[in-house]
């Protein structure tokens, strides 16, 4: 007999995202659900399985909100923040996958005479979480051809508007891959819980300066769908992990 899979919580921003995920779930692990339940909050979730899947809201305070709720009334192996993301040329093109190796919030913290300082720096909080199990599904994104950029993903909550913008993040970020607006609340949850956190997203924007008609949301949700149809749920045990 083979072994339970892991239980993972899978938290997204909006429903599209989230019934991407589920999608993407059943084709791993058939005939799972989805089976809904309505959370405190009035929060929906979808359970196939062993995975849970939240539409939270969108930016990092709902998903933290979100987050919490659920871990207060279930235990988890692995919280996953996923969706759609901003890609950060030329490391992330458009429709290819981001694994989190960090989850950072970029713009938490003071603008200084000096430049930009984080919350850290200025002595009070963290803004990073090293993520687990970002190599093994990484690797299994890629061995099924899904194309796959690792590093830090950035949670911001203002998406990025103009090339300026972009260069100061990457500047600030060497090696990040995407910025999306939930990670970092996924994180903080998960961390007040001991759980341990990734970041799973597909890019649907470069980013940069805003150009609406250049989103490239359907194949974003069809590589998302892929994803969690790849993801070796077997191998995502919890371990600990979490670092400021
Ligand atoms: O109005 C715009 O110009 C604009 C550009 C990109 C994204 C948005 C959103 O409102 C999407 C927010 C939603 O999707 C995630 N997301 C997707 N792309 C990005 C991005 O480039 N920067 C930040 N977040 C992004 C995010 O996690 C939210 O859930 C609007």
Do not use: K
Not at 49 to 62: E, F, N, R, S
Not at 129 to 155: D, E, I, K, N
Not at 195 to 210: C, D, F, I, K, Q
């Amino acid at each position: 007999m083979s072994a339970p899979l892991p239980r993972l919580l899978v938290v997204t921003a909006v429903a599209p995202e989230a019934a991407a995920v589920l999608r993407g779930v059943q084709t791993a692990i058939p005939h799972s659900g989805p089976v809904p339940h309505e959370l405190p909050g009035g929060y929906a979730l979808e359970r196939c399985g062993p995975v849970d899947v939240l539409a939270a809201g969108v930016g990092p305070a709902a998903a933290a909100a979100g987050t919490a709720t659920a871990l207060t009334l279930a235990e988890y192996d692995l919280v996953v923040s996923a969706g759609i993301a901003g890609g950060f040329a030329p490391l992330a093109p458009l429709g290819c996958a981001v694994v989190a190796e960090l989850i950072v919030a970029a713009d938490l913290g003071a603008e200084t005479p000096e430049g930009f300082a984080t919350v850290t720096e200025l002595g009070f909080g963290r803004v990073r979480h090293r993520t687990a199990h970002s190599a093994p599904v990484a690797a299994a994104l890629r061995a099924a051809g899904l194309p796959t950029a690792v590093g830090p993903v950035l949670t911001v909550s203002t998406v990025t508007g103009s090339a300026a913008r972009a260069a100061e993040l990457t500047g600030r970020h060497p090696g990040a891959v995407a910025e999306a607006m939930e990670g970092f609340g996924v994180a903080e949850a998960a961390a007040a819980h001991g759980v341990p956190v990734l970041e799973l997203r597909t890019v649907s924007n470069a980013v940069g300066p805003r150009d609406r008609a250049a989103w490239r949301i359907g194949e974003a949700f069809a590589a998302l769908e892929r994803a969690f149809a790849l993801l070796p749920y077997d191998r995502l045990h919890h371990r600990a992990q979490h670092e400021g």
